[in-house]
């Protein structure tokens, strides 16, 4: 079963396999980070605010597998317009196994049971196929394409935009 839980300091070597190209997965490489920022911001206590937030995903013998974050967004004219935007990443040997999608759907409950926003969404890359079938079998609706809307590898990449409504399973 996939759970989600708070990072400890020890999880921070797992999650530091996204700071590679073979790590990240073929349509989430930004380019190297800083390393130890997963130990740093874990042993900083600044895990979870009102903006932004970070989990990490494990299976059923409390193994890290993954994590998952938000960050707030304003789609509509403040104070109303809040929503929950959502990112996952499963480490490339757990990858396949029902926990990203299991992950983004326990997520979304989350953060529907722990804020009194009305949506989360998740974009990501049109050619991510695995995050578009995980984000549909985790309940969310494709809305549509937003042209250009990311930078990454030496070109401008076209993001599809899904979400989930407060009640939608
Ligand atoms: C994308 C990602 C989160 C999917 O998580 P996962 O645990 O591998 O996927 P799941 O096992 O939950 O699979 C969910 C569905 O997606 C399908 N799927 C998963 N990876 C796939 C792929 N590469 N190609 C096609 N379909 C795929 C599964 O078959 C399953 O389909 P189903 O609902 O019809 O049974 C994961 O592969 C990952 O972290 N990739 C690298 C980082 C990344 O791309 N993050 C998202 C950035 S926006």
């Not at 989990?55 to 789609?75: A, I, K, M, Y």
Request: glycine content about 12%.
């Amino acid at each position: 079963m996939t759970r989600l839980r708070l990072p400890v300091p020890d999880d921070a070597a797992v999650l530091d396999g996204q700071n590679s190209p073979d790590g990240a997965g073929a349509e989430n490489w930004h380019g190297y980070r800083s390393p130890g920022q997963y130990l740093r911001r874990i042993e900083s206590g600044d895990l979870i605010n009102e903006e932004h937030g970070l989990l990490v995903v494990v299976d059923d013998d409390d193994r890290v597998v993954g994590d998952v974050s938000w960050v707030r967004l304003l789609n509509g004219p403040p104070p109303h317009g809040y929503c929950w935007n959502i990112g996952v990443w499963i480490a490339a040997q757990a990858r396949g196994k029902g926990h990203g999608a299991a992950a983004q759907r326990q997520l979304a409950d989350y953060l529907f049971a722990n804020s009194y926003y009305e949506r989360v969404e998740a974009g990501t890359e049109a050619g991510n196929i695995g995050e578009q079938k995980a984000l549909e079998r985790a309940g969310f609706t494709r809305e549509g394409v937003l042209r250009h809307a990311c930078w990454r590898d030496g070109a401008w990449r076209d993001m599809v935009v899904f979400s989930k409504l407060r009640g939608e399973q």
